[in-house]
């Protein structure tokens, strides 16, 4: 039952990517693909899934203190990203722009990426990530679903070696905040503020929601420490910020249990 609800779902899944290549989303394909990413992971669940002891942590009585949290969480680790950036001799800001008329992207990407980090998050971190450490344990099983997560990122735009090392480390990440607080919402609100502060900053995974970012600045360095065209998911700063917020998630988590 297990191998049939696993093969099922990936053939699902892999032809959301053929009907909607990451080349030519638009706001229309983001709002349905993620919504098919929900509902695939629900059909999924209720087809395949008799245990109803274990949930995939989207019924959280304390979801709003969840989602604020992580929504805290995913905009200091882009800020501190940009100031690593920053204070480096690769990177020289060249101008800070905001007018009125881009309150309407910046509200419109905040929407979009709502419905990416629902979305992802609800299939990975949700459905795939409950099935696996429930087969193989938490070690392996966040390990595994945050492989297939960044194997979702092949098809971007400027995808790189580093891209994928720092796409697997924020699968970590954001599979420990889902499996240590047990709650969905905690990685729903990292996903949606990585993605829309980067936003302002940088491309996207390869690529660009915003009509123009509202910091611009100037490269000077080789892609795998500036991030390059895919942004700072692709700068080695990310690998080694997201390195140590898994540690320190580690760490939080291990001094609760000592002292609990």
Known sequence: MYTLAWVSTLLLVS???VWFPSQNMTAATIVVQNGLFVLISFLAWHL???DSSIGMGWQDPQWKTQFLYGSVCGFLLIIVIFLLQWISPWLDITQVYFKPTLLYPVLFSGAAFLCVAIGEEVFSRGYIQTLMVRQAGPGWGI????LFFASFH???PHFTWVSFINIVLAGLFLGLARHLSGSLWLPIGIHLTWNWTQSFFTPVSGMQFMPREIVSFHLSGPSWITGG????EGSVFTTLVLSGAIFLL???A???KASS
């Open 229 to 232: 065209n895919f942004g700072f």
């Open 250 to 252: 580690l760490r939080l």
């Open 254 to 256: 291990s001094h609760v």
């Open 154 to 156: 092949f098809g971007n």
């Open 48 to 50: 395949w899934e008799s």
């Open 15 to 17: 032809l959301l990517f």
């Open 143 to 146: 390990a595994i679903t945050s």
